[in-house]
């Protein structure tokens, strides 16, 4: 069975940074692409960012309201994929998941992790 | 990178039948068979229910169905239940090797 597990959510301050985790387990991790999709609270859904498999060119692809802020990394030893957040701003408030990716869609979602920018 | 355009909210009857629109331009949804759709109940993590346009994973009932025409791509749900009451967001791979999602549609079973 796929699990994913986020962690690493919190509240911080306007202008600050924070790193998300997410493990992964019950797939070859090391042959996924792995996406973050962010969800503000009430509203819906927001793709934010690609990590392709090392295979793969381990490539990185952006959303425009965070490029240059945000970058994914992973590391297969520990099947974990990172989502380092700097500048973080009051929009970027939202539950963050990681998912799984397969012929462009997301089959695979972990419970999400809630990431709090406020004064 | 806009959000694909859907309807705020589509509605229907027990055993009715909806669909639901979800308009992109030739840089996504016209562009690539890459189409998806999402179901997503309050509090709940979202369920992928169809992806490549018309493919259902595995446990989806066969009542959700999808299709594509030119820019558009569509969810239609057969002999609606109860359980249907959710919101559904269509995605799509983009030209700049990105993904795009629609803004939702909140589904209510009168």
């Known amino acids: 069975e796929v699990q994913l597990v986020e962690s690493g959510g919190g509240l911080v301050r306007p202008g600050e940074s924070l790193t998300l985790s997410c493990g992964g387990s019950g797939f070859s991790f090391s042959g996924a692409w792995m996406n973050w999709v962010r969800q503000a609270p009430g509203k819906g859904l927001e793709w934010v960012g690609v990590?392709?498999?090392?295979?793969?060119?381990?490539?990185?692809y952006y959303a425009t309201a965070v490029k240059g802020r945000f970058t994914i990394s992973r590391d297969d030893s520990t099947n974990t994929v990172f989502l380092r957040m700097n500048g973080l701003k009051a929009e970027d408030t939202a539950v963050y998941y990681c998912?799984?990716?397969?012929?462009?869609?997301?089959?695979?979602w972990g419970q999400g992790t809630l990431v709090t920018v406020s004064s | 990178q806009s959000a694909l355009t859907q309807p705020a909210s589509v509605s229907g009857s027990l055993g009715q039948s909806i669909t639901i629109s979800c308009t992109g331009t030739s840089s996504d949804v016209g562009g690539y068979n890459y189409v998806a759709w999402y179901q997503q109940h309050p509090g709940k993590v979202p369920k992928l229910l169809i992806s490549d346009v018309t493919i259902r994973p595995s446990g989806v009932p066969d009542r959700f169905s999808g299709s594509k025409s030119g820019n558009t791509a569509s969810l239609t749900i057969s002999g609606l239940q109860a359980e249907d009451e959710a919101d559904y967001y269509c995605s799509s791979h983009t030209s700049s090797s990105t993904y795009v999602f629609g803004i939702g549609t909140k589904v209510t079973v009168l």
């Open positions: 998912t799984t990716e397969r012929s462009g869609a997301l089959p695979n």
């Open positions: 990590i392709r498999s090392k295979i793969s060119g381990g490539t990185t």
